[in-house]
């Protein structure tokens, strides 16, 4: 088996609830989504990168992986579409004691089912229509992946976080069906819900942040608003 990976790197983790950690990032290419606030587009393309054999892939995990490093982050484009590689890449991870992270769209339930074995810590994110991560005709088909990712990750005991990226173009009634559907797929509690303001484009304002946080606070309390610290300290 190959894999596409675009880079492999240490840095801040800049987002969601365990920001600030080292991290080793394992950046895989390929996405065939828009989010017109994608901030990698370098890693969209499903040829981006370079190519790897598993155990090259595996190796050259292993020689960046620095001391004190918190986890590892399977992130892309999106790890999903080479879901079989990352399985291979994270227990790889997982035998070194270090926890393992899955940062994707789960826009695929299966595939997601699939690397959940091997992954510690997983993002599950929510795309909000106006993102234009999908069409508007197969936003509902998305949510539902999304969902069934939510429930199963909780169903295995992961640790398991949801987060939902805003922007100035987010309308608070949709979100607030979007957050009803989230909460109506939890069948157990979830270790945090992010609300992500975009950077750089379409910036949302303090009063609309203030109005979703509203809509989550109460269905979940530890709610959280966290803009993408990485931006702001010149990580990668």
């Known amino acids: 088996m190959k894999v596409r990976l675009s880079e492999v790197f240490t840095s ?44 090259d892939a595996n190796r050259l995990v292993d020689s960046s992986l620095k001391s004190n490093t918190y986890k590892v982050n399977f992130t892309g484009g999106d790890p999903l579409i080479q879901h079989e590689a990352v399985a291979l890449l994270a227990r790889n991870v997982q035998e070194k004691k270090i926890p393992t992270y899955l940062e994707s769209s789960c826009f695929d339930t299966d595939r997601f089912k699939h690397v959940l074995p091997f992954i ?37 005991q992961k640790t398991t976080y949801v987060k939902v990226v805003v922007s100035s173009k987010t309308e608070t009634g949709e979100f607030e069906c979007m957050v009803r559907e989230i909460f109506d797929a939890a069948p157990g509690q979830i270790d945090g819900f992010v609300i ?13 942040l203030m109005e979703l946080y509203d809509v989550v606070y109460p269905h979940y309390e530890q709610v959280r608003v966290v803009p993408q610290l990485h931006k702001f300290i010149g990580a990668p």
């Open 12 to 55: 801040v983790e800049g987002e969601g609830i365990l920001y600030g950690t080292k991290t080793l990032f394992v950046r895989l290419a390929g996405c065939p989504f828009g989010c017109f606030y994608c901030d990698t587009p370098e890693s969209l393309p499903s040829d981006s990168g370079t190519e790897y054999s598993i155990k």
């Open 120 to 156: 510690d810590i997983a993002k599950i994110e929510f795309k909000t229509r106006d993102s234009e991560f999908v069409d508007a005709q197969h936003h509902a088909k998305l949510i539902r992946e999304a969902a069934g990712c939510l429930r199963a990750s909780l169903e295995s």
């Open 196 to 208: 992500q303001p975009t950077y750089g484009v379409a910036e949302p304002g303090l009063d609309l």
